[in-house]
């Protein structure tokens, strides 16, 4: 388990790291970057560096963890990742439905292999599935999520890196936007971010504005949350149109 910056969630649990490139989000990947150094810092999970492993050993972690908690799981990684054993993704299924105390939040660029296996996986209340969606080209991972059996569905569309143009929400509780962080990173515009949001005001999902990436991105170069000592900071800023949206969606019932 490590303590978590993302805004969205507190923890990071890893039973599989490493991963490939499968789609232009994954141009400037955090954790290709994030294992690098840690493999150079001689961390023994990172010693084959961005090659994907899985991690049996620590499978059984979130039952020592004294108080619930919110949960991302394989932040290193993809879960559906087609080198992933069924069987893995079962196991790392079956301690999920065994800690109904933690909420678990698990995110694939692998829509496909998600639908294919997802009959035979216990979706429990505990287990927030989502989907990563970076422009229209991929928003059929979103028509791919809706038709799995998890109770709770969710939007990823981070980094945003072109315009949506069709969101279709239907079956979807909540959306995470957010622009692209790092030297190089892809301009977010705000027109993108407003459809996106006035889609989710428009269906009842909640909305989650994480961060504009960069601070030249953000129209509001009076935004305080662009501020590193700012309680809400995010990379760039997070305010839009002057307000913070940070909604969650309900559980499960």
């Known amino acids: 388990m490590a303590q978590s910056d993302i805004e969205w969630t507190e923890v990071t649990w890893n039973p599989v790291t490493g991963c490939n490139k499968i789609s232009p ?13 840690l493999k150079a810092m001689g961390i023994d999970k990172y010693k084959e560096g961005f090659k994907l492993k899985i991690h049996p050993e620590v499978l059984n972690t979130p039952f020592s963890w004294k108080k619930s908690k919110v ?3 394989n932040s290193m990684s993809d879960l559906f990742h087609e ?20 909420t678990y939040q698990v995110l694939t660029k692998r829509s496909e292999r998600l639908l294919e296996l ?8 505990n287990i927030w599935m989502g989907v990563s969606v970076e422009n229209e080209d991929y928003t059929y991972r979103i028509k791919e999520l809706a038709q799995t059996s998890a109770k709770t569905k969710f939007l990823s569309i981070e980094p945003l890196i072109a315009p949506i143009k069709t ?8 959306v995470i936007v957010g622009g692209e962080s790092g030297h190089k990173a892809r301009p977010l515009k705000k027109q993108w971010v407003d459809y996106i ?5 428009e269906k009842n999902v909640a909305f989650f504005f994480k961060q ?3 601070a030249k991105f953000n129209i509001n170069q009076n935004d305080p949350t662009i501020d590193s000592g700012h309680p809400k900071h995010a990379k760039g800023g997070c305010e839009l149109d002057g307000k913070i949206y940070r909604q969650m969606p309900p559980k499960a019932a």
């Open 25 to 37: 989000g994954c141009k400037f990947c955090y954790a290709e970057t994030m294992s690098k150094r």
């Open 71 to 73: 949960v991302f799981v």
């Open 83 to 102: 080198d992933v054993p069924i069987e893995f993704i079962k196991a790392v299924f079956a301690v999920m439905n065994s800690t109904p105390q933690h």
């Open 118 to 125: 997802s009959e035979e996986l216990n979706w429990t209340n």
């Open 167 to 174: 969101l279709e929400l239907n079956k979807i509780d909540w």
């Open 197 to 201: 949001k006035g889609k989710c005001e």
């Open 212 to 214: 504009w990436g960069k």
